[in-house]
């Protein structure tokens, strides 16, 4: 852990990935001398809890940021968390943005702190970094021990969605929705086409011309990116489940010639940032609502190969979307800021 302290702000700090990421600054003792939750000027206000203490938070808009060294962004609209970062950079602060703004903007390294910390350097230019999605971490740290296990030919990834990806409105419309239906209320759809309680949508996002929706895109884009281009381009189907918490993935991938399980399994067991629950060997398999929720690691599953073409293997994936999917990264990224760049 750095031991010298910064002044940080955080701007979301109410969110559902704000909440998550005040949490892990207690819990990992992160070194900050003075915080500074933000929110925008209808969500200021209130107070969160951290380190023992109560912090005021404070509107984000009226928020002089020469008063922080570094500031993170757990949630907010494109065009604010445009502007919040450009007016932080611009008072000479370093950015962690843990939106999907910046993800795709060229010249801000997208990191990975498992993956690529090395991206950081262009931190020194941009003074912004951007965090990938919760299931692009995921993949991404799967990905990463078995590439070079053999050339790999192919990626399919049915994504699956929780409904926390639409932010705390999100997950209480799932709970308004599912207490009515169990208490045989009229149902409120909120403007959707369809209930999403006891319901699957297979669309996460816009669609483009094409058809693909924002999910699948983002998704193919960020394992790219990370991987500075060397991955086959993934073919996504993004599906948005009924559970509050936790994003799971089926990933299949075809390698140029078969690679034995034994291998494949050694190779997951001793990856950084994964959990291996093999079911083969007596260690069941993990639900997002039973395993992953609370966990730090992705955890991994159901390996297996196909019957007849042996350089196909499908395994299964799944990951706290809040804490190791967003506010964990943001964390880890920021002590390395801390220790190595203020």
């Not at 045989?184 to 094409?210: I, K, M």
Request: one cysteine or more.
């Amino acid at each position: 852990m750095p031991s010298n302290k910064v002044d940080l702000a955080v701007i979301g700090s109410t969110s559902l990935i704000g909440e998550a990421f005040i949490t892990l600054l207690g819990e990992r003792a992160f070194p900050f001398a003075e915080l500074f939750p933000l929110e925008s000027d209808e969500a200021a206000g209130g107070r969160v809890e951290c380190g023992g203490k109560h912090w005021r938070v404070a509107s984000a808009e009226a928020f002089d940021f020469g008063m922080a060294q570094l500031v993170v962004i757990c949630d907010g609209e494109s065009e604010q968390v445009q502007e919040w970062a450009q007016r932080a950079l611009g008072a000479g602060a370093l950015v962690v943005d843990l939106t999907a703004t910046h993800r795709y903007a060229t010249g801000v390294p997208l990191v990975l702190p498992e993956l690529n910390p090395h991206a950081l350097v262009d931190l020194r230019e941009s003074g912004l970094v951007a965090v990938p999605d919760a299931l692009s971490c995921a993949l991404a740290l799967v990905l990463a021990p078995l590439q070079g296990l053999a050339p790999l030919n192919r990626l399919s990834i049915t994504a699956l969605y929780s409904i926390s990806h639409a932010g705390r409105q999100g997950v209480d419309r799932l709970a308004r929705q599912t207490v009515a239906l169990l208490n045989c209320r009229e149902l409120e759809l909120d403007g959707l086409p369809s209930q999403v309680a006891f319901n699957l949508h297979p669309q996460v996002g816009g669609l483009d011309a094409e058809g693909w929706s924002s999910a699948e895109l983002g998704l193919a884009e960020e394992l790219q990116r990370l991987f500075d281009y060397n991955l086959p381009q993934a073919q996504v189907s993004a599906v948005q489940v009924p559970t509050f918490y936790g994003d799971s993935a089926t990933l299949t991938l075809e390698f140029a010639q078969p690679v034995a399980l034994a291998l494949l399994r050694e190779a997951l067991a001793e990856a950084p940032g994964l959990a291996l629950m093999d079911a083969n060997h007596g260690a069941g398999y993990p639900t997002p609502v039973g395993e992953a929720i609370g966990q730090d690691e992705v955890l991994v599953g159901r390996l297996r190969q196909h019957p007849i073409s042996e350089e196909n293997v499908t395994l299964w994936v799944t990951i706290d979307n809040l804490r190791k999917g967003s506010a964990l990264n943001g964390i880890q990224i920021a002590e390395i800021l801390v220790k190595d760049y203020i």
